[in-house]
C-alpha cells in the first residue's frame, strides 16, 4: 500500500515537474511542385519576410492536460523555407530587411515589392481519449498578409492563411511531437499559400503596368 | 433563504472577479510574451471607432450556476417540500434550482466577459490597410486620426502602439570592435 503511496506521489511529481516542455519545430519542406505552378515569374523582386511575431505558449482550453504549457518558436526555420520557395517561384529576388518605397525600388532596379506580413496566429491541442491509447492531437493556423508594391505605390494585398494538424499516441507527455507536426504543416501551407498569392499580385501588377503602357497618354 | 443568498452571492463574486482579469492592452502583457521580440511595423491611424466585444462564454457560469441553483433548490425543498410536488419535492426544487442557477450563471458570466473597445484602421508604410480591434486598458492612450503608429505582433496577438515619441531616423549602432594585440617580437 506504501509503495502505491509513494509511486503516486513520484508519478504526480512527474506530472508537475513537466508542466513545460519546449517544442522543437521542424522547417518545411517545399518542392516546386507543391506550388500552384512551376514556371518562374520574370523580374526582379525585393522580397520582405517580417519575422518575429509567431513565438507563442501553446495550451488547451479542455481539462485533460490542462496543466501543460509548451514554449513554441514556429518560425524555426519559417524563413529559409520562404526564401527557398520563392527562389523557386521568381527569376530574380533580393531579401531585404525592410519595406521599400517606390523611389527606392525603381532607383535599385527592382520591378517591384513582394511584402510577407505576420497576422495572428492560433495554436492549440487536446486529448482524444481511446480504448487502450489516448491520442494527442494539436492544430495551428497562421495569418497574414501578402502586399505587392511596385512603382506607382501599392498594387495589391490579399490575406494569406496556413492551417495544418497533426496527431500522435501518448499521453500529455507527447504533445510536443503534435505541436511539432501541426506548426510544420501549418508553416508549410502558410509559405504556399504566400508564395502563390505574390505570383498572382505580382502579373495583376505586370498585366495593370502593361495595359496602362499600351493606352494613349493625353 | 441564507442558503439562496449564499448561492446568488457566490455566482456575482465570481464573476466579479473574472471581469477584473487583465487582457492584453496597450500597457498589460500576458506572461508569454515577456522576454520574447515581437514583429513590428510603422503606419498611421487614419480612423478610430467605439466597438462592443462580445466575450467568451466559457460555459462555467453556467456550471457554477446550476452547482448554487441546486444547493438553493434542495435547501427549498427540503423545507418547502410538503407543498412543492406531491410529498417529497426536493428532486423538483433540486432541478427546478440547477437550471434556473444555469440561466442565470450563464448570463452574468457572459455580461461580465463582455465589453467596449477600439477599432483602428491603419495604414502601414507599405500602403497595407489594417483594421484592428483592441481591449482598452487603464492605462490606455487612445490614438487619433494622424498618429504615428506601430503595429506589433506578439504571438499573433497584434498591438497598436503610439510612435508619436519615436524618432524617424537613428544613427546605426555601435558595435564593439575588437583589436588584436600587436604581436610581440
Known amino acids: ?218 | 433563504m441564507k442558503w439562496l443568498g449564499m448561492a446568488m452571492l457566490g455566482i456575482v463574486m465570481a464573476f466579479g472577479v473574472a471581469g477584473c482579469a487583465k487582457r492584453p492592452s496597450q500597457n498589460v502583457y500576458n506572461y508569454d510574451e515577456v522576454g520574447k521580440s515581437s514583429a513590428v511595423s510603422f503606419g498611421t491611424v487614419v480612423s478610430r471607432r467605439e466597438i462592443d466585444i462580445t466575450g467568451k462564454n466559457t460555459g462555467t457560469g453556467a456550471l457554477i450556476g446550476g452547482a448554487a441553483g441546486a444547493g438553493a433548490g434542495s435547501y427549498i425543498g427540503s423545507g418547502a417540500g410538503s407543498y412543492i410536488g406531491s410529498g417529497d419535492g426536493t428532486a423538483w426544487a433540486v432541478a427546478g434550482g440547477a437550471l434556473a442557477g444555469a440561466v442565470i450563471g450563464a448570463i452574468a458570466e457572459q455580461s461580465a466577459a463582455d465589453r467596449k473597445g477600439v477599432e483602428y484602421v491603419v495604414v502601414l508604410e507599405s500602403g497595407v490597410t489594417l483594421t484592428i480591434a483592441q481591449d482598452v486598458g487603464e492605462k490606455d492612450v487612445l490614438l487619433n486620426p494622424g498618429d504615428r503608429v506601430i503595429v506589433q505582433n506578439s504571438g499573433g496577438y497584434q498591438r497598436v502602439l503610439p510612435a508619436a515619441n519615436l524618432p524617424t531616423q537613428i544613427e546605426r549602432p555601435k558595435g564593439i570592435k575588437i583589436i588584436d594585440p600587436e604581436p610581440t617580437q
Open chain 1, 1 to 218: 500500500m506504501r509503495s502505491i503511496f509513494l509511486a503516486a506521489m513520484l508519478l504526480g511529481a512527474g506530472m508537475l515537474a513537466g508542466c513545460q516542455s519546449n517544442v522543437p519545430v521542424t522547417a518545411p519542406s517545399i518542392s516546386p511542385t507543391d506550388l500552384a505552378t512551376q514556371n518562374k515569374t520574370a523580374g526582379k523582386y525585393a522580397v520582405y519576410i517580417q519575422t518575429g511575431g509567431w513565438q507563442k505558449d501553446v495550451d488547451t482550453d479542455a481539462f485533460t492536460c490542462s496543466a501543460w504549457t509548451f514554449p513554441t518558436d514556429f518560425e524555426n526555420g519559417y524563413v529559409t523555407s520562404a526564401q527557398g520557395a520563392f527562389r523557386e517561384s521568381f527569376q530574380e529576388v533580393k531579401f531585404v530587411p525592410g519595406t521599400l518605397n517606390p523611389a527606392d525600388l525603381a532607383a535599385q532596379g527592382f520591378d517591384g515589392q513582394i511584402i510577407v506580413y505576420q497576422g495572428a496566429m492560433d495554436a492549440k491541442f487536446g486529448i482524444t481519449p481511446g480504448f487502450w491509447t489516448n491520442t494527442p492531437n494539436a492544430q495551428v493556423a497562421f495569418h497574414g498578409i501578402v502586399a505587392v508594391v511596385g512603382p506607382d505605390g501599392l498594387s495589391g494585398q490579399s490575406n494569406v492563411k496556413g492551417e495544418g494538424a497533426g496527431q500522435t499516441t501518448g499521453s500529455c507527455f507527447d504533445i510536443d511531437d503534435a505541436i511539432a507536426a501541426a506548426g510544420t504543416n501549418a508553416m508549410k501551407s502558410f509559405i504556399v499559400n504566400a508564395v502563390n498569392t505574390s505570383k498572382l499580385n505580382v502579373l495583376e501588377m505586370r498585366a495593370k503596368g502593361a495595359e496602362q503602357a499600351k493606352s494613349p497618354t493625353s
